[in-house]
């Protein structure tokens, strides 16, 4: 492979979810073959985060101060870094920063990829969209749910390029935990829509037939959502059952201890969580939307409920509790097929081959 240009991936995401933790891993993984400058919001989860990669073959970290998406200290300070070191490629994690960061490239040599990891709702072919995505070199999506998705929302240039990665994950061993309860996880943020609730909601049918389980809810709460959550969660007659673990960097943890990924999330372009879940081979339960059916189609064994229907996802998470063993045998096989599609090093050469 020959020598590439220096290379930012910017990320200015003020939460610390999913796609603040794949710019920072997209950074290491790259960081051996190109330059690699990070390019993050001040006093947020990545900057905060500096000592897990800054300085790993010799990542540089940049940090900017704003306050809305649309902000002159982004034009001016990306645009600064940008010069300063001699940056020819930008790969950009998020979507509403992007009406800044349109300015901050104007006239300068910028091979510019922004690479896409939740699933948009609304068009973005008005004249001002078409605009500041004018000068995007290559859409990255991690998953074919996700391509589609996003070459119907955004619009493209004649010279555009629409490219599908599948993202990698970073495998331990498989430790499984002594247990004798029924354990339940799930792993993500504490959203609307994240599957919290419905989640939590569906256990009833597991108290109800007496049966003792134990449910660990690992992520940090939304600020906004954590008042209706708490008053759901006080309500329920089995609460003491369900732990809320909060932000945890050891979630390998509660993978050895569990049995089900019980996610039943809304909307999701392509989970890490689910997908790690997988790679534990737990029984993994969601609905059937977005990019779910694709990883079925895969060959990995998971439970797909009719979508955001609770009561399908009480009748599987029974059908699964009570039939786990063959469930477990079930799922055994998913550990192999993660390894083969979603690896390392076939991330690194798709994503080389896109940078100048």
Known sequence: MSTKQPTAII??????????????????????????????????FIANSKD???????IELETISFRSSMSLSIVLGVRRI?????????????ASELKSLYFSFLGLDINLIVRHGTTKSRPKKDWFHRLIYSNVNTHISICKHLQKNVEHIIPFG??????????????????KAPHDTLTLIHVGRIAKGKGQADAIQACEILHKKGIDFIFYLVGGFDARYEQPFMELYNSLPYKEKIILVGFTKNVSEYY??????????????LSNAFLEALANNLVC???NNTSFPELQKLGLYCHLCDNRNIESVKNTLLESGTHLSEEISSASANRQIIEHIFNTERVI????????
């Open 285 to 287: 339960i969601t609905y």
């Open 349 to 356: 050469r798709d994503y080389l081959t896109l940078l100048k």
């Open 82 to 94: 940008v010069q300063d070191k001699g940056i020819k490629n930008i790969i950009f994690f998020g």
């Open 11 to 44: 990320c200015l995401s003020h939460h610390s979810g999913g796609m603040e933790i794949d710019s920072i891993k997209l950074a290491k993984k790259l960081s051996a073959h190109v330059p690699i400058t990070l390019i993050a919001k001040t006093n947020c």
């Open 158 to 175: 004649k010279q555009t390029k629409s490219v599908m990665i599948y993202p990698s994950l970073e495998l331990s061993k498989i430790e």
């Open 52 to 58: 897990d990669y800054a300085g790993y073959n010799n």
């Open 256 to 269: 050895a201890k569990a049995d089900i990924f019980l996610f039943p999330s809304h909307g999701e372009g």
